[in-house]
């Protein structure tokens, strides 16, 4: 198959693979938060209650399981539609 199509295939499969690694991310975070924090919720940043060393941190976690779980999925979202196409999406 061309590149056109492998890019065409990819962009409805790249669409649901990132609202389920939204989702996955914000599961992973809060088991994450939990065992790490001893909290059943991670602090918001207009929680007055908190400091700013728990909020920041609660922030970089966040984002790190986010970016970890993001590229996962993208990565085995074109893996796969490499094998089902033979080429690589751009």
Known sequence: MSRTVSKVAYRPVGI???MAAGV???????QVWKLTAGDG???DA???DR???EILAAAA???????VVRAAVDRGGAIGVRRFTGNWPD
Request: proline letters at 4%; zero cysteines.
């Open 16 to 18: 649901l693979l990132g």
């Open 61 to 67: 976690l966040q984002g790190a399981i986010f970016a």
């Open 24 to 30: 996955a991310a914000g599961a992973v975070f809060r």
């Open 51 to 53: 400091g700013w060393g």
């Open 41 to 43: 919720e991670a602090p």
């Open 46 to 48: 207009i929680d007055e």
